[in-house]
């Protein structure tokens, strides 16, 4: 069983709707959730991170976390033609102190004129 | 805004030889990471830097490869005698905190073996 799986896409969404972006994870013990951005032939880039279950909203963004079910999903809204990149889930494990981000495969988002 | 920086940002090498990729992580980090993503791929763990020690070590992160902190800015990873396989792009990353803190990212280093 993979880490962290995600649906690799591509997910193809109208510009202005709401992009839906999950993301499940297996480890119970996984205590933060992050998601980042990353554009083609570029280093991913942070968009959120969640840390408690419930909803986390930052501007467009809104990350949501359920770790009964071990889910997290990211909610795009009025989305637009530059949110089109691959948007990857990660979770951490703490060793010695010392985090380790575990990512999923990403999903590859387009947004359409 | 201070970010993570990485020289340099292609490497072209013949299989065998030895590459250094180099990164400045944050100034005020004192967690470091690099991670590798092979094209069309996850993005993989490999080390974990604190202290002036390795924390944690992935699979990948055989005996060709090494860390290092040669002064107070510098963080690097040696490939000893590169594969074909180690062709990828090798992200650094820094955080301030270890536990749960949000890890930043430099521009990468695309490496390819020959």
């Known amino acids: 069983q993979k880490e962290v799986e995600q649906n690799s896409g591509p997910l193809s969404v109208p510009e202005g709707a709401i992009a839906s972006l999950n993301c499940t994870y297996s480890d119970r013990g996984s205590q933060s959730f992050f998601w980042y951005r990353q554009y083609s032939g570029k280093s991913p880039e942070l968009i959120m991170f969640?840390?408690?279950?419930g909803d986390k909203e930052d501007g467009r963004f809104t990350a949501q976390l359920n770790k009964a079910s071990q889910y997290v999903s990211l909610l795009i809204r009025d989305s637009q033609p530059s949110d089109s990149a691959t948007y990857l889930c990660?979770?951490?494990?703490?060793?010695?102190?010392?985090?380790?981000?575990?990512f999923g495969q990403g999903t590859r988002l387009t947004i359409n004129p | 805004e201070p970010e993570v920086t990485q020289t340099p940002s292609h490497q072209v090498t013949q299989m065998g030889q030895e590459v250094i990729l180099r990164c400045v992580p944050i100034s005020n980090h004192l967690y470091f990471y690099w991670y590798r993503q092979i094209l069309g791929q996850k993005v993989e763990f490999l080390v974990s830097?604190?202290?002036?020690?390795?924390?944690?070590k992935s699979e990948i992160f055989d005996d060709q490869f090494s860390v290092e902190r040669p002064d107070g800015s510098n963080f690097t990873l040696k490939i000893r005698s590169t594969k074909l396989e180690d062709s990828a792009m090798y992200f650094c990353a820094s955080s301030n905190r270890g536990l749960g803190e949000t890890q930043y990212f430099g521009p990468g280093t695309r490496l390819l073996v020959l």
């Open positions: 830097f604190y202290n002036n020690e390795i924390s944690e």
């Open positions: 969640i840390y408690s279950n």
């Open positions: 990660a979770t951490d494990r703490i060793i010695q102190g010392a985090q380790k981000l575990v």
